[in-house]
């Protein structure tokens, strides 16, 4: 198992572009989440999935924002029409049912110009 | 989610223990006390978490006060490899961390 796995690890865009990012989590965790980080702030979380299920959106995901766990393996987050207030950390991160740690990818660093 | 209260900053030295306090006065009975770290440019990273016990694992302890209002991260020999942001988290179970700005800790040689 090599833990949580997060692509690409860079991402540098243009504003107005849609960029896609993608999470690999450990293989029988069913639970996962993404957050994002911005420079010198703890991460934010953004939404949750139970297997393929999306059961909470924060409010700060816009509409421009979407993500997708088809079959309860992989995620996928969408970004559209990128702003430069998009540039940040995104985190990846799963982990098993009830009150156990979450393992963290290492992120997606964007960067809208 | 309740909140925590950590000191922005603290410093050590290489291989003399660390206490990193963190207050969470409104905690609820439900509620369990995570911590985790953020070294430089990676994800966090799980430590430890308890309920209403002191905590051992290989990485630290974890010591919690008997009226669970606060609880305090102790790495017993600090190492050049312990510098990072530590983040206390209280969390029901539930899926959501909220994460504060954590304690960015310095170890010095």
């Known amino acids: 198992d090599t833990g949580v796995s997060q692509n690409p690890r860079h991402k540098i865009t243009k504003r107005g572009q849609n960029v896609t990012f993608r999470c690999d989590p450990i293989s029988e965790h069913n639970r996962l989440y993404w957050y994002r980080q911005t420079l010198g702030q703890g991460p934010e979380f953004l939404t949750y999935?139970?297997?393929?299920?999306?059961?909470?959106k924060s409010r700060l995901l816009s509409d421009r924002f979407s993500a997708e766990r088809p079959k309860g393996s992989f995620s996928t987050l969408e970004i559209q029409r990128t702003e430069q207030g998009d540039s940040a950390m995104y985190l990846c991160?799963?982990?098993?049912?009830?009150?156990?740690?979450?393992?963290f990818g290492q992120g997606t660093r964007l960067t809208v110009v | 989610d309740a909140k925590t209260t950590q000191p922005n900053s603290m410093e050590s030295n290489e291989e003399e223990p660390v206490h990193l306090p963190c207050n969470h006065s409104?905690?609820?009975?439900?509620?369990?006390i995570h911590w985790y770290r953020q070294l430089p440019s990676q994800g966090p990273e799980y430590v430890i978490h308890g309920l209403t016990s002191n905590v051992n694992n290989r990485m630290a302890s974890l010591a919690i006060a008997e009226d669970r209002k606060s609880s305090t991260l102790i790495l017993h020999r600090a190492t050049l490899r312990d510098a990072a942001v530590y983040y206390c988290?209280?969390?029901?179970?539930?899926?959501?961390?909220?994460f504060g700005t954590g304690t960015r800790l310095k170890v010095l040689a």
């Open positions: 988290i209280l969390t029901s179970g539930t899926y959501k961390y909220i």
């Open positions: 409104t905690i609820s009975g439900t509620d369990y």
């Open positions: 991160a799963s982990s098993l049912a009830g009150n156990t740690e979450a393992f």
């Open positions: 999935f139970q297997n393929e299920a999306q059961l909470e």
